[in-house]
């Protein structure tokens, strides 16, 4: 069993940045694929970005390439989202994941946290 919980969420203006962090619990983190998700009111879950369990793969939907950094501490068991120049559009409860297996089979994951709340005000 994996535990994860994420913090980090928060109201923030157009323009400004966010770090979320997702603290996993439980069976060795560094063997996990994992990745951030997010969904807005209305709208279906999507993928933000994925790393592999070296941390040397990662993915970013073409939305947020260039404004958000995923990385993972595997020592302190902790993945992490650097979010910069957020957009009203960012708004969402977003969620982190981990599943053991390739990055691509994450939407199916094993193991989610409960969400963090992220509103940009523009």
């Known amino acids: 069993q994996v535990q994860l919980v994420e913090s980090g969420g928060g109201l923030v203006q157009a323009g400004g940045s966010l770090r979320l962090s997702c603290a996993a619990s439980g069976r060795t983190f560094s063997t996990y694929s994992t990745g951030w998700f997010r969904q807005a009111p209305g709208k279906e879950r999507e993928v933000v970005a994925t790393i592999n369990w070296s941390g040397r793969t990662t993915y970013y939907t073409d939305s947020v390439k260039g404004r958000f950094t995923i990385s993972r501490d595997n020592a302190k068991n902790t993945l992490y989202l650097q979010m910069n120049s957020l957009k009203p559009e960012d708004t969402a409860i977003y969620y982190c994941?981990?599943?053991?297996?390739?990055?691509?089979?994450?939407?199916?994951?094993?193991?989610w946290g409960q969400g963090t709340q992220v509103t940009v005000s523009s």
């Open positions: 994941a981990a599943k053991i297996g390739p990055v691509q089979t994450l939407p199916s994951a094993d193991y």
